[in-house]
């Protein structure tokens, strides 16, 4: 019902800048939250940055000044903007978006497949 389309994920040099993208489409009453995860072996899957429905944004401290969170207009699409690659960066990243698929608005987190950011000289 809903669908997450992530592309932007590679394998870069320190230094080096990707742009994830995550395209969210299907039927979908609203859209609330919408945010980026990631995750290492054997390390819990950390919050890296969230935009919510007002349009504030939060990034965790490891990134902040390198990161940026965005979406467009309609949210149909949320991006993550990562300039300053480090090697502890490396990770798969995950889209997640906060919808409601029914008119009673009840929220839920939906969850792309990932993609894997590498960043290694």
């Known amino acids: 019902q809903v669908q997450l389309v992530e592309s932007g994920g590679g394998l870069v040099q320190p230094g080096g800048s990707l742009r994830l993208s995550c395209t969210v489409s299907?039927?979908?009453?609203?859209?609330?939250?919408m945010a980026w995860y990631r995750q290492t072996p054997g390390k819990q899957r950390e919050l890296v940055a969230v935009?919510?429905?007002?349009?504030?944004?939060d990034h965790v401290d490891s990134v902040k000044g390198r990161f940026t969170i965005s979406r467009d207009n309609a949210k149909t699409s949320v991006y993550l903007q990562m300039n300053s690659l480090k090697p502890e960066d490396t990770a798969v990243y995950y889209c997640?978006?906060?919808?409601?698929?029914?008119?009673?608005?009840?929220?839920?987190?939906?969850w792309g497949q990932g993609t894997q950011v590498t960043v290694s000289s």
């Open positions: 935009m919510y429905s007002d349009g504030r944004t």
């Open positions: 997640s978006v906060e919808v409601a698929v029914s008119s009673d608005l009840r929220l839920y987190w939906h």
């Open positions: 299907g039927t979908i009453f609203s859209v609330n939250a």
